[in-house]
């Protein structure tokens, strides 16, 4: 705000730089529009399917576990 009241050539240079950093900063929000939206679109489609890449995780860490050895009577049965 200072280099816009100050006159000086040094206060005027200072001013065009911040009003160019901010137009280069909008036209960079501008650009990147499209890859947020597509972002949003993907966290959506993907989020409703939690769930089901939970349970399917579950799934594949029961094929994981080691099988419990089934124990067997040592002797004879009569």
Avoid: C, Y
Avoid at 21 to 48: D, Y
Wanted: proline letters at 4%; glycine letters at 6%; charged letters at 30%.
């Amino acid at each position: 705000m200072w280099a816009g009241v100050l006159r000086s050539k040094r206060a005027i240079h200072v001013n065009i730089a911040i009003m160019r950093a901010f137009v280069k900063l909008r036209e960079f929000a501008a650009s990147h529009k499209t890859l947020a939206t597509k972002l949003e679109q993907l966290e959506r489609k993907v989020g409703g399917h939690d769930g089901q890449i939970r349970s399917l995780f579950d799934a594949i860490r029961q094929l994981m576990e080691p099988p419990t050895p089934k124990s067997r009577r040592i002797g004879f049965k009569t």
